[in-house]
Nanobody, 116 residues
Framework: QVQLVESGGGLVQPGGSLRLSCVASGSIFGISTMAWYRQAPGEQRELVAYITSSGNTNYADSGKGRFTISRDNAKKVVDLQMNSLKPEDTGVYYC??????????WGQGTQVTVSS
């Protein structure tokens, strides 16, 4: 059974930084692609970044140059370092362990609010 627990959200001023963490349980973390999504109020959930089991990364255009996704397979943790935050980065951030396209496990989300 896979469980994901996100942490690290909060209120930050524009230009600030936050580091989100997602801790996984279960035995398939090390062989799975992990992703971070954001859901803004009234919007659909959108992909922010993902990292494959071998460490290859990909970012949505909105976060390129500002966000960094990383993982520690020994600790079963995936992080999202977010710098130069903007108000449009506000939303609930979810971690996903991707089993296969269209199937995965989700955490409960962590709220990020960027506001002065």
């Amino acid at each position: 059974q896979v469980q994901l627990v996100e942490s690290g959200g909060g209120l930050v001023q524009p230009g600030g930084s936050l580091r989100l963490s997602c801790v996984a349980s279960g035995s398939i973390f090390g062989i799975s692609t992990m992703a971070w999504y954001r859901q803004a109020p009234g919007e659909q959930r959108e992909l922010v970044a993902y990292i494959t089991s071998s460490g290859n990364t990909n970012y949505a255009d909105s976060g390129k140059g500002r966000f960094t996704i990383s993982r520690d397979n020994a600790k079963k943790v995936v992080d999202l370092q977010m710098n130069s935050l903007k108000p449009e980065d506000t939303g609930v951030y979810y971690c996903e362990l991707i089993v296969r396209p269209g199937q995965g496990y989700w955490g409960q989300g962590t709220q990020v609010t960027v506001s002065s």
